[in-house]
């Protein structure tokens, strides 16, 4: 049990596994884990144990027939993407209890395969439970195959439908959604709004922005042929429902690229030249979303030509 005992280093294991999971070699990225979690299940049984930064909250404990408390701390899209593996573990468990962000209550309280779902800022202290883990952790603990991966949470798009105050025009033509800017917590994903002119020059579409934040009053938003939905989206529930009547999603790498996913509507997501690892490397599609199409720079900083492919595309009809 001496192997067993010894912890890998975290450092080295965190690089090979952020390696394996940009090349789609999930198992690999598993074995990667389990270089830090078994020792650390062995010293749970065998000694005092204090959990590290490396460590998972899941400690290995099986969810069958128990109380399974499932976290969702880190952003908004991690739980979009990932809430797909709840509903495998509601159907084991003796109970699931679910804690998500306060924007994502009004969507998620009360949908099918989830549990009892809480507010994760307020809802304290935690309902009991017998086992613990982060949503996005669910993947490897339930040792997902990049070959069959569960398709996005499919409920989504019943809550949302039918609501909101925003009725797009139905006259025929092909009406996109926009998204330039992503959060202050990366914002190299993010794209100069002057960038995306040649994209909003494609004469068949109709264009229609559901950015948030500062980039929403871009004065040069003003000047554009596009549609502001950005007062009437602040809501999450209100921007899926804009998108459902949406014929096309274009974003950044961020939330919105997850909600347009898991509603099922067709999305292109612009990325970086380091996209995150969940994007993996050169791929034009993802296990993630089947509807979804990337678009990658292929120099650090030049969103130029992501922007020329874009417009092309979207300028070609089918």
């Known amino acids: 049990m001496r192997a067993v005992e010894e912890e890998a280093s975290p450092g080295e294991v965190a690089a090979a596994w952020l390696a394996a999971m940009r090349r789609g ?11 830090i979690e078994l020792p650390r299940r062995w010293a749970q049984a065998h000694q005092a144990f204090v959990r590290g930064p490396q460590h998972l909250k899941w400690d290995g404990t099986a ?3 128990r109380r399974v408390l499932i976290r969702c701390e880190h952003g908004l899209g991690d739980t979009l993407q990932f809430i797909r593996f709840v509903p495998a573990i509601a159907r084991i468990a003796r109970e699931v209890h679910l804690l998500v962000q306060p924007q994502l209550l009004s969507l998620l309280k009360g949908a099918p395969g989830l549990g009892h779902v809480h507010n994760a800022w307020t809802d304290e202290p935690a309902p009991a439970h017998d086992v613990e883990i982060e949503v996005m952790e669910l993947a490897y603990a339930l040792r997902a195959d990049i070959g069959k991966v569960p398709p996005p949470y499919p409920h989504l798009r019943e809550r949302v439908a ?3 105050a ?12 926009v998204l330039w800017a992503a959060s202050d917590w990366d914002d190299t994903r993010s794209i100069p709004l002057a960038a995306l002119e040649p994209l909003f020059a494609v004469q068949r579409a109709r264009f229609f922005s559901l950015q948030q934040g500062k980039a929403a009053s871009d004065p040069l938003l003003q000047r554009l042929p596009v549609v502001s939905l950005s007062n009437s989206t602040r ?11 949406l014929d096309l999603v274009v974003t950044v790498d961020g939330m919105p690229a997850h909600l347009a996913g898991t509603l099922g509507r067709a999305t292109w997501t612009l990325l970086k030249h380091e996209a995150d690892w969940r994007w993996m490397e050169a791929r034009k599609d993802t296990p993630w ?11 650090p900083g030049n969103w130029d030509g992501v922007i020329r ?3 092309q595309a979207l300028s070609t009809p089918g």
């Open 289 to 299: 979303y089947p509807g979804m199409r990337l678009f990658r720079q292929l120099r």
């Open 25 to 35: 070699d999930w198992e690999e990225a598993w074995r990667q884990t389990d270089l």
């Open 309 to 311: 492919a874009a417009a």
């Open 166 to 177: 925003v009725a797009l025009p139905q006259d025929g033509g092909l009406r996109v959604g």
């Open 63 to 65: 969810f069958a027939g």
């Open 162 to 164: 039918g609501q909101g």
């Open 235 to 245: 809501e999450i529930a209100a921007a899926a429902a804009a998108m459902l009547q």
